[in-house]
């Protein structure tokens, strides 16, 4: 008997996730490919971005010593060094995925794919027929109509993190994830830098306190921020470009970077030959099983319009593969943690206690200092806290930090949020001494009335 033949459409991380699944599960599969594998997140955002976070985290450290005792002198940056381990590490990455691929026998076609006709995807003229196809084909940034704009050479996000540019003023329209990263990193740089903000505080879709306790630790490092406002127009002037801001005010700035938002990329894959739902955004219908209303075609990671994570792109890539293969798996969104890799950093998974209040009225809710936390006093990062909400029957819901670490420590949160957990679970452990995590934990006893650090 055959193998059945796999397509999987883009080599991102929803796309080469299920490509190696699905050859893992017996399938003869083929991946195609435009651009370098990865996607997004390896080649113009995740990896890229915490590249740059590594050397500015560490510059910014550098700088704090002297009041350790540290003698450090004036601290330079080669910029073409700086830039050069960003791709380094880009292109490590790229070639394990290249690796990991080969190992698993799956076929890298480069070009650009369109469905043709039904079990049947074209590439530069060449036709490969399928069994089963997956479409992984991503996102692409959300672009703004705003006056002038075409005069002031704005750059998205993703082209803006791989070039090889420090400018002296730099504006950024959006301050979710992707613009407060950018916006600290250019700003240890040596940038002036600007963010506007279009809601009443920056990440948006975070826990408001501790959005805003961000808000403050950026601007107090002369990062300007501008919130419930947007550009009305752009004009070139002999100084640079100024924007006009609907509060009023008038910014110089260099370069203009766009980090509004994403959205799927599905135009021109010739989805209504075989008559595959699309959604008012643009994404690609599919249900739990990662599939759409066509039998046997099934899309992954951001085509879907879903959550526009590398994380969950993994998995809805490997649900896809799986039930392509004639298992039958279902894509769990439980618990979904996020993080913004700033510093200090912010994570959060489950509902924010705006959320929690609306839904069940009355809940509980307790914060932890990390300024009662040892590990953060020696690292001379404690500004930040925990914050935990809970149910009145004590069902952990929420789990929100700003501090050192924070991208690591959520996960003991997802867990228990993820299985329906009691805020007690997050005591049935002991947590090493002195570590950030054990501020989970001094945040739990505090929520259940028996602290013992405040």
Do not use: W
């Amino acid at each position: 008997m055959s193998k059945p033949r796999i397509i999987v459409i883009g080599a991102g991380p929803a796309g080469y996730a299920a490509a190696i699944r699905a050859s893992q599960l017996g399938g003869d599969v083929l991946v195609i490919e435009k651009n370098r594998v990865g996607g997004t997140c390896l080649n113009r955002g995740c990896i890229p971005t915490k590249a740059l976070l590594s050397i500015t985290s560490a510059l910014r450290r550098v700088r704090q010593l002297k009041k350790k005792g540290v003698l450090v002198g004036d601290v330079g940056i080669d910029f073409d060094k700086v830039f050069a381990s960003r791709d380094e590490a880009v292109s490590k990455l790229v070639r394990g995925v290249e690796y990991l691929l080969r190992k698993n026998n799956v076929q890298l076609v480069r070009g650009e794919a369109k469905i043709i006709d039904r079990n049947v995807v074209e590439v530069s003229g060449e036709r490969f027929k399928y069994d089963k196809l997956i479409i992984a084909t991503g996102s692409q940034p959300l672009k703004l109509s705003i006056p002038g704009i075409e005069n002031v050479n704005a750059v998205s996000g993703d082209e803006f993190v791989v070039m090889n540019e420090i400018p002296n003023r730099l504006l950024i329209i959006g301050g979710g994830a992707i613009g407060t990263e950018l916006a600290q990193i250019f700003k240890t740089l040596g940038s002036d830098v600007h963010v506007v903000e279009l809601m009443p505080y920056i990440l948006p879709n975070m826990d408001s306190e501790i959005a805003l306790s961000l808000q403050k630790i950026l601007s107090r490092d002369n990062i300007k921020i501008y919130t419930n406002t947007s550009v009305n127009k752009f004009e070139k002037s002999d100084e640079g470009f100024v924007a006009h801001l609907s509060n009023g005010n008038k910014l110089v700035v260099d370069r203009v970077v766009i980090a509004v938002g994403r959205k799927p990329n599905t135009k021109d894959l010739g989805l209504h030959i075989l008559g595959i739902k699309v959604g008012e955004r643009g994404e690609i219908v599919v249900n739990e099983n990662m599939e759409t209303n066509v039998l046997g075609i099934y899309a992954a990671g951001d085509v879907v319009g879903r959550h526009f994570l590398a994380y969950t792109a993994f998995e809805e890539g490997v649900v896809a593969a799986e039930n392509a293969l004639g298992l039958n798996t279902k894509i769990n969104y439980k618990a979904i943690p996020i993080a913004i890799f700033t510093d200090p950093e912010v994570a959060s998974v489950g509902v924010t206690e705006e959320e929690a209040k609306k839904m069940l009225g009355d809940v509980i809710v307790c914060k932890f200092p990390l300024a009662a936390n040892g590990r953060a006093i020696t690292l001379d990062s404690y500004e930040g806290f925990v914050k935990l909400i809970a149910s009145k029957n004590g069902r952990l819901l929420g789990v929100h930090i700003i501090g050192p670490e924070a991208s690591e420590i959520i996960h003991v949160a997802s867990i228990i949020i993820g299985s329906n957990g009691n805020v007690n679970d997050l005591l049935n452990t002991l947590y090493v001494h002195p570590t950030i995590s054990e501020s989970i934990k001094d945040a739990t006893l505090a929520l259940l009335k028996k602290p013992i650090h405040i």
